[in-house]
């Protein structure tokens, strides 16, 4: 007998809006379908191993085909009863809707979730849809509903030769893709592809007379025992090693991976790899995949793991994790949270256990660890306290040390006369070499860290430990970077400095967004002339605006580097000696009146110090503007005596280009002409 009705929802039409609303994921409507395959083909093993269905389970599998217009889905599980269609098919819970809809409009994925619409999902791409289905209850009259995208609905008693459910589905004009053999194994690959019964699609091929042509055997497109749903206990390397590159073919074999087997307080299974992270984290990100009852739910696992997490790849299973849901959802979900937290627990354990069961191992693989660990300890708080007893801290010789232990080595020769132990490191060794060397020969050890997030990790270090400090070891000079004592007072006069000050900066090159200061320390006989050091604070603040936007402004600040002048050294003296001798005649007069327009300035400002503001006449003041601007013409002549001197210096050039040589520097045209200098001193 025939009947028909209308669907029992409360909104006039639910088509218009699933169209509308869903259009954008509408290919999620075949994981729907499938997985209510599925799940009936499981029900009826769960009654075949209880006794309740007492006759023979038969083929399981669950066929999809194509033919002409029409893609069907099959199943062999418990099937529908006209009752059961009415209760699950027939009526919707969908009060409330409009409000609803009009909130989360572009959030397909809270709507299906929220309405448990994943059958009706199927209108997305089809303009009818028929179940045809026969109950495994003994006596159950085979039923066919059928249903053009309106409300009305047609049902009526039809003949089925078996147990199970067809779903046939009429695409339509829009959605003509959905009848593509590629379209459809790609979206079976991607969200069915480790479910728990054999899937179905066409027939394997092979190549036959010059094309591919099908076997008379079943195309099973899924993997229905996954590496992740197994005991460990039943895995070897080899399989955890093929099952990632199942899911990553081409990728490099991973470093090592945990197995997740979780039954309380939630369950949970799958398997983290820990690949060989490359330096552009964004590239490695998003590489976990979530499963829900081995259903593919997403591989955008941002904001429902840790952040840092997210440079992990492999699988992670829940049921807890509805299938149907939004990311907003998930973001709150009290059991996602513990689920996350878990996680984090487990990775941390893992790293634990390897680093005191294999430490060799460990040190061995750090340098591909070291960026998702240092990544973990940034961003999570808790994995931090974990974390600080295996990271390690690498050293120019290829040592490796966890924090306490470096901590222990330096602590005797490297703290300063104010009890801060500073830990020395440089970016690069090549580079830095020269300044390596002079710290080695103090009996210091020297840091590697060259790292893409270094810089962060070395503020939160001098953040955690007490009374440390990081310091590059080109930032200053050997005996500033660890003040022991005070420094050796520089032995020179205020016109000594400017002489040297002005000869130094007449070579000194022009780069764009580089800035140099002349400055001047008295470091022994038999330290270097001439060294090049950039401040610590500015270097370390332009690096970190590179990777946070928020400090762009650092960024755009020029390069500042100081060129230190040895004063004890017999070179540097040797250059402000012979200036003394050369620029005598002409600076004589020039310092004379310099020194008498000084006195005159003093005497001017002394007597308007005096005076309130308003008590100083104009006379006074231009008096002393027509001071100031002579002594600045003044000294603009024993400047311009002073750089002609410099530039005809090629010993002044020679130590200029040797210290931008040891800073990488010196490129280019300027790097030949202090070669042909080098030539010319030697002959």
Not at 246 to 257: G, K, R, T, V
Not at 500 to 512: A, D, G, I, M, R
């Amino acid at each position: 007998m025939a009947t028909q009705g209308s669907i029992g929802v409360t909104s006039e039409n639910i088509f218009p809006v699933i169209k509308k609303f869903l259009y954008s994921d509408h290919e999620i409507f075949l994981r729907e379908v499938v997985s209510n395959a599925i799940d009936a083909t499981q029900k009826i093993k769960t009654l075949s191993s209880v006794g309740e269905f007492k006759g023979e389970l038969g083929d399981l599998n669950v066929r999809i085909k194509i033919d002409g217009d029409k893609l069907i889905i099959s199943d062999r599980g418990i099937g529908m009863t006209a009752e059961e269609i009415d209760k699950y098919i027939n009526q919707i819970a969908f009060s409330g809707a409009e409000e609803f809809l009009e909130k989360y409009k572009n959030d397909t994925a809270a709507i299906i979730g929220h309405f448990g619409l994943g059958f009706y999902s199927l209108f997305m791409v089809a303009k009818k849809v028929e179940i045809i289905t026969q109950s495994y209850k003994e006596g159950a009259v085979a039923m066919k509903w059928s249903c053009e995208g309106t409300p009305e609905y047609d049902m009526e008693e039809t003949v089925k030769a078996d147990r199970g459910t067809d779903i046939i589905l009429y695409i339509d004009d829009e959605n003509k893709e959905f009848l593509e053999k590629s379209k459809i194994t790609s979206l079976l690959t991607k969200y069915c592809r480790f479910l728990p019964v054999p899937i179905v699609f066409g027939k394997k091929q092979e190549w036959k007379d010059g094309k591919y042509v099908d076997t008379e055997e079943d195309n099973i497109i899924n993997d229905t025992q996954p590496a992740w749903v197994r005991k460990p206990a039943d895995l070897k390397d080899e399989d955890y090693k093929k099952f990632y590159q199942e899911l990553y073919p081409m990728s490099d074999e991973p470093l090592f991976w945990i197995h997740l087997n979780v039954d309380y307080p939630f369950h949970l299974t799958g398997i983290l790899y820990f690949p060989r992270i490359k330096s552009n984290m964004d590239m490695n990100r998003n590489k976990i995949q979530l499963y829900s009852n081995q259903v593919f739910v997403t591989d955008s696992v941002e904001g429902i793991v840790p952040e840092f997490l997210t440079l992990l790849h492999g699988v992670i299973d829940s049921p807890d994790i509805p299938l149907n849901v939004s990311r907003s959802y998930l973001q709150s979900d009290q059991n996602v949270k513990k689920i996350s937290s878990h996680i984090t627990k487990k990775v941390a354990d893992r790293l634990e256990e390897i680093f005191k069961s294999d430490r060799p191992q460990f040190e061995e693989k750090w340098d591909s660890l070291k960026l998702f660990i240092q990544y973990g300890m940034l961003s999570d708080e808790k994995f931090y306290d974990r974390a600080a007893k295996f990271a390690l801290l690498k050293d120019v010789d290829n040592g490796y040390f966890t924090l306490d232990e470096y901590q222990k080595l330096i602590k005797e020769n490297q703290t300063d006369k104010d009890g801060t132990l500073v830990y020395l490191y440089t970016t690069n060794k090549d580079e830095q070499y020269s300044y390596i060397h002079a710290a080695k020969d103090k009996g210091y050890s020297i840091l590697i860290m060259d790292g893409q997030l270094d810089t962060h990790a070395i503020g939160q270090f001098e953040q955690k430990l007490e009374k440390v400090r990081f310091v590059r070891v080109d930032s200053d000079t050997i005996d500033n970077l660890i003040k022991k004592s005070d420094s050796n007072a520089v032995s020179l006069t205020e016109n000594q400095k400017t002489a040297l000050q002005e000869v130094f900066k007449s070579q000194l090159p022009n780069l764009e967004k580089t800035d140099f200061i002349v400055t001047f320390e008295a470091l022994g006989d038999r330290a270097n002339p001439v060294m090049l050091t950039q401040s610590e604070y500015m270097r370390r603040m332009r690096e970190m605006s590179a990777m946070q936007p928020g400090m762009s402004f650092y960024g755009e600040m020029p390069d500042s580097y100081s060129l230190v002048l040895n004063t004890d050294h017999p070179l540097v003296k040797n250059i402000l000696a012979d200036e003394e001798k050369a620029c005598n005649e002409k600076l004589e007069p020039v310092l004379a009146d310099i020194k008498g327009w000084e006195a005159r300035q003093a005497d001017l400002r002394e007597a308007q110090n005096k005076k309130k503001e308003e008590e100083i006449t104009a006379e006074e003041k231009e008096d002393m503007s027509a001071t100031n601007k002579k002594l600045d013409e003044l000294r603009a002549q024993q400047n311009s005596v002073l750089a002609e001197y410099g530039k005809g210096n090629p010993v002044v050039g020679q130590l200029i280009d040797l210290a931008l040589l040891g800073n990488g520097l010196l490129k280019g045209e300027p790097l030949s002409r202090f070669i042909k200098r080098s030539v010319d001193l030697i002959k």
